[in-house]
């Protein structure tokens, strides 16, 4: 190695460690001041949002660091003066339509809402006319039922007089 080299790798690491570290400055964007933002105005966007990891937990009642990290953004972006609503469509952008607790209500996911209520019509129908069977009287031809003269075999025959017996 020559002695004229040294210098000029001095003055590339030099180069680097400035090029580097004048990016990762120009590259942290500052965050807006979220001290003006309660606690209870962050719960209130997060009540209408669902855990993303947790199956049926609210964004709100979640401790999970996903979540807390989750609170902070709604921090930052009700400091920015963004509408819950611009939030909410953050939110479903990032990690999709699981992130609303419920299905939306367009295209095939109609039937996750028509369904069960269909389903429970249809039971109700059901046990409506179950119940209306049970209670319906008897007619006089079927409480009763006609003794043929003849018995067909050799079991009706024994099973006639089985029945005479306790009559």
Request: proline share 7%.
């Amino acid at each position: 190695m020559k002695i004229h080299s040294i210098p000029l790798i001095r003055l590339l690491i030099f180069l680097l460690l400035l090029v580097v570290t004048t990016s990762a400055a120009l590259a942290q964007t500052p965050t807006p001041d979220t001290s003006a933002i309660s606690a209870d105005q962050v719960n209130d966007v997060a009540r209408g949002l669902w855990c993303p990891l947790c199956s049926g937990v609210r964004l709100d009642a979640c401790e999970l660091k996903a979540c807390v990290q989750m609170k902070e953004m709604i921090a930052i972006k009700l400091a920015e003066g963004a509408s819950e609503e611009e939030i909410k469509a953050y939110f479903a952008e990032q990690y999709g339509p699981q992130v609303f607790g419920e299905p939306p209500r367009q295209g095939f996911n109609w039937l996750a809402w028509i369904l069960p209520v269909l389903g429970l019509l249809g039971g109700a129908l059901f046990v409506w006319f179950i119940i209306r069977r049970m209670l319906r009287p008897l007619s006089a031809s079927a409480a009763a039922p006609a003794k043929s003269a003849v018995p067909a075999d050799d079991y009706s025959q024994k099973l006639e007089q089985e029945l005479a017996r306790y009559d």
